[in-house]
């Protein structure tokens, strides 16, 4: 008995190998960062029984069946998607100076221009954001949009919801959409409450589908909300308390732009219920305003990542300036190459990420690119304080892009994000101003930060980055 036990066990560790050799190559063939490849090849090779599983769940680098579902939409639609395009194409912007290679690509990556006719307000942290969410719901005519990744059963989740409540008993129609796995602690209660009030509600349902009952490791990570089709907000927050203490940034567009927000949202909604949304297609252009603003929608279902694409090509297009924050700096190898190789050709790149993270296993990981990026010229500053949690780029005197885009892998390939772009010189400036006094609550950091730490720490942060493509 006890030969055949070591033979069963012999034989189950032989084919668990042959199993993790053939994961290691579909961890190669699939679309996906190089040290992401390289990390899943070591772990499904040396730790095959354990690592097979998780890469079963974590492993699969593209969301299945979202695309399909598009078309079904479009061809339910016939030519009011075409219609739709047309008038957002008649509505182009200008073309900028020094912008052609962005506002080509990101006409490629959304099939949108950059649109005139556009007002943009700033909103810094969660009183103004939130206030203003809430004064845009209470105009509402005849429809409201949300999306949020989190969500919360507290003071400010609350005050959200019931004026939700409010304005769908006035007869405004409301649909609720919300990530599971993002608001996984928010109770059915919450929820239940909106559905009685006759608000539409539904999780993004990544599981959906025989094919995707285990893509779990996919996020919705949008933040939006759309007010009748001309008011669109975007930007960091999720929908909690916590965040009234965080450092964070969000945009409220009256616009053109506005449309494209709720295109996103229109998306979203019919791959996680097949429903269609009665909307407004009219496009609004503010005639005291003339901000250039395009919203790059990107995510697993891309044929190819144009999240990735999107910002290292604004980092490489930079002529003197790349400054962005970020509470999570996790680079793949492409976003790394564009911000060395930059300050290399003098641009002055700037990142400013937390001094305390909310995720530590990201921070350890965080840690191991000081050096790289120091000696090459890219400057890194740690945020005292609150949590910095905004997600924001400002390239040269124009550009500036605020968003949901965290520099992480999960971020670059595996979540559903939204970036508005602003070509506006004047919006710039406010961009620059806001984040010129978050340096002043910066201290700059050099390489020798990592070296300083103790063995264990950098070894520690060592074996976090290899998990850098799940983070």
Known sequence: MELQGIALITIVLVMAEIAGVLLAIDAVMRRRSSQGAIAWCI?????????????????????????????????????????????????A?????????????????????????????????????????LEAISHAESYV????????????????????????????????????????????????????????????????GLRNRFQINFRNHRKLLIVDGCTGFIGGHNLGEEYLKYRDTHLRIDGPAAQQIQFTFLKDWYWATRQLIDVSTEIHVDPDHDVSVSIANTGPADRMPNCSVLFSTMVSSATHRVWITSPYFVPD???????????????????????????????????????????????????????????????????????????????LYLNFEETALIADVGFAREVEAMLQADLECCDEVSGAHFDQKPLHFRAAARLARLTSPIL
């Open 43 to 91: 772990a499904l090779i040396t730790m095959p029984i354990i690592v097979i599983p998780l890469y079963l769940v974590l492993g699969r680098t593209r969301f299945l069946g979202y695309t399909e579902a598009l078309r079904e939409a479009e061809a339910e639609m016939g030519e009011n998607v075409s219609n739709w395009h047309d008038q957002m194409a008649s509505l």
């Open 93 to 133: 912007a200008d073309p900028h100076d020094g912008l052609q290679a962005i506002e080509t690509l990101t006409r490629r990556l959304t099939g949108v221009p950059f649109t005139r006719g556009n007002r943009v307000s700033l909103l810094i942290d969660a009183e103004a954001t939130y206030g203003a969410m």
């Open 145 to 208: 949009l949300v999306q949020f990744y989190i969500v919360r059963d507290d003071k400010v989740g609350r005050a959200l919801r019931d004026t939700l409540i409010e304005k769908a008993k006035s007869g405004v129609r409301v649909h609720f959409l919300y990530d599971e796995i993002g608001s996984i602690k928010l109770p059915v209660a919450y929820l239940d409450a909106m559905r009685t009030a006759s608000i539409e509600v539904s999780g993004f349902r990544t599981t959906q």
């Open 333 to 411: 190898d492409v976003m790394a190459r564009a911000l060395q190789s930059a300050a290399l050709r003098g641009v002055d790149v700037r990142i400013l990420l937390p001094d305390q993270a909310d995720q530590r296993l990201v921070e350890f990981a965080s840690f191991t690119y000081y050096e790289d990026m120091t000696k090459t010229g890219v400057k890194l500053y740690r945020y005292r304080g609150r949590f910095l949690h905004q997600k924001v780029i400002l390239v040269d005197n124009e550009l500036a892009g605020i968003g949901t885009v965290n520099l992480d892998n999960r971020s």
